[in-house]
DNA sequence: TTGTAGGCGTTATCAA
DNA sequence: TTGATAACGCCTACAA
């Protein structure tokens, strides 16, 4: 039952042309008549062949490795991550490596942290995620050693290489806009860390829609750190003022939770007495109640976008015209009208 | 800079030893002088060599490749069991595989997936983790095609094949004990669907320790379906009757936070109106508030020790006394002690 | 458009 | 205990 799989030297006996001319219809190759591209490819679907990963890689110049750097505390957008690529990788038949990084670490040992991921073993690419994406110093010594890279929404010099992204600034304004079409006129705004470009960039289209709108008292702010305690009190920082916002805006899920949490303690209802909204879509959103609206990014879809722009481009061809993938309002329970002025 | 790296036959010249010397070094075969050795792996260090991964797997009969079946909707346990899997792997130079199977499919179409996986690339051995473990046309179906597999905390039939587990009963008999010493006497359980064998475990031994202690009235029981969505439900079940618990203990964290949204719902304060108990502590745990206690499952280190158990011993050796390791009792803020009968 | 020869870096076989 | 030498399955040159 366990019979060996076939070799290209087997597809090209019955296929009755040298074992060059397969491999030539294997690379899909110029260059090949296409009576011969049909023999083999009987003979592979016959024989059911696949190329021997290690074969090729030991001859040719690839790897058949692709890796994903990430530095991101959050399970939930790290599995997505990797299960996108993976699905990408797998899907030619190369494997996925995955190294975390990380980036609170001095310069000099995350240039240290680097050169090992690098000297570990050949890698015909990487994909990187933010916050890594985002450090000139992780930028340049991929760029010094000379390895392919496509960085996942990043923030800092964004035509500098291959990206994949969604339009946040966008995305932020139609919450803006969601929020304000429901009569809110006090808003609240949670940020992130200065490291998270991205929440700058949701943050600048939040208010800048607002603005455009004809709001004329701008939110109110607060800094979380993307992470759950942080929403919970940046929550209260905005909550326990003389004119607490009736909605706030939180530039990631997490921190939104965390919002929610302050307002059950300020004795606030949501979405009753106050709309919350996150961003990202990710796990937690379907871990509280009521149901946390927000704005869903498809991060899967980033990641296998990401590795198909590696491994369908030649070397010197990778586009640098960002992959701009679209992104999604989810309105589930957690905004709703603000109410009447008591 | 991209200075290529050293070959096995580089290091062979440096030390003055045949090729196959230095391979019997990389191997730790036996019969080799000490002399022999020394001088190999001074070589070694000094090109700073490592064995290209591509030729091993070609002349040798590994393949370097691990896989991991995963079949469980929450991606922080996924994610950990990635995570912990592929440390393990590339210490060892090995590549993760990861392909996630549907086992709610009918059998045909299950088989057929797993054909698939099979089919798709070489691999030194799989990882199974629950609920996979525990489909019995899973297991005959790696045995029949005479892979090598370990199971990540399986039920059934425990015997049966290499297995990483932590010792599910004693841990629940410790939330029960934690409960009973905090003074409560009317006891909630959660439980989880028929699949996931281990939620059975665990009431078994939160029962089980009731009892000893002297219980008289079991808990009430409610199911959940090891959601967020069933643990709500669950606990509405559970809490809206004459005589509610005083304590619940969820068999797992994401159907013990959706206890504490009902329990929030019906007016009761948790920790003071009613204590909750997760099992897992995984991600969600730290994602309400107050914070869940929970028993933690040391799911990393589950996965890496798999697969250790796959590659460091030969074929036929692999040990089929279950290896165990420890939980620990996360004593955190969603419980505490009863208050007293009004 | 197709085919031939050689080699990629390692392990396996067999001999010394 | 060591060492030649032949695979492993494929790709890169080059030739026809």
């Known amino acids: 039952m366990t019979k060996s799989r076939a070799t290209m030297t087997q597809v090209a006996r019955l296929a009755g042309v040298s074992i060059k001319s397969v491999s030539r219809v294997i690379n899909r190759e110029a260059h090949i008549s296409p009576r011969l591209r049909e023999r083999v490819e009987a003979a592979i679907a016959e024989l059911n062949y696949t190329p021997d990963t290690a074969a090729r890689s030991l001859a040719g110049a690839r790897a058949f490795v692709v890796g994903v750097l990430f530095d991101n505390p959050s399970p939930n957008y790290t599995m997505n991550i990797v299960g996108g690529a993976h699905e990408a990788c797998s ?155 009736t909605a706030i805006f939180a530039a990631n899920d997490d921190m939104a939770a965390g919002v929610m949490v302050a307002a059950a303690q300020c004795g606030l209802a949501v979405p009753r007495d106050l709309s919350v909204f996150g961003f990202d879509d990710s796990w937690v959103a379907l871990s509280v109640w009521p149901y946390l609206s927000t704005v869903h990014q498809p991060i899967r879809a980033m990641a296998s976008a990401a590795v198909s722009l590696l491994l369908d481009h030649p070397r010197e061809a990778l586009a640098l015209e960002p992959v701009t993938l679209d992104w999604t309002l989810i309105e589930r329970g957690s905004h709703g009208p603000v109410r009447p002025e008591r």
Chains 1, 2 share one sequence.
């Open 91 to 245: 899907a030619q038949g190369y494997h996925l490596r995955i190294d975390n990084l990380d980036s609170t670490e001095q310069d000099r040992a995350l240039a240290d942290q680097l050169e090992a991921v690098l000297s570990h073993g050949r890698c015909d690419g990487f994909v990187l995620t933010p916050p890594l994406t985002d450090i000139p110093l992780v930028l340049d010594t991929l760029e010094r050693h000379d390895v392919r890279f496509v960085r996942i929404a990043p923030v800092l010099a964004p035509g500098r290489t291959p990206t994949v992204q969604i339009d946040d600034f966008a995305a932020a304004g139609a919450v803006a806009q969601c929020l304000w079409g429901m009569g809110h006129r006090h808003f609240g705004f949670v940020g992130g860390p200065p490291s998270h470009g991205a929440a700058g960039t949701r943050r600048a289209g939040f208010f800048s829609r607002l603005k455009a709108l004809g709001l004329e008292a701008m939110p109110s702010e607060a800094s979380g750190d993307f992470s759950f305690d942080g929403g919970i009190a940046a929550g209260f920082a905005l909550l326990r003022t003389a004119t607490p916002p």
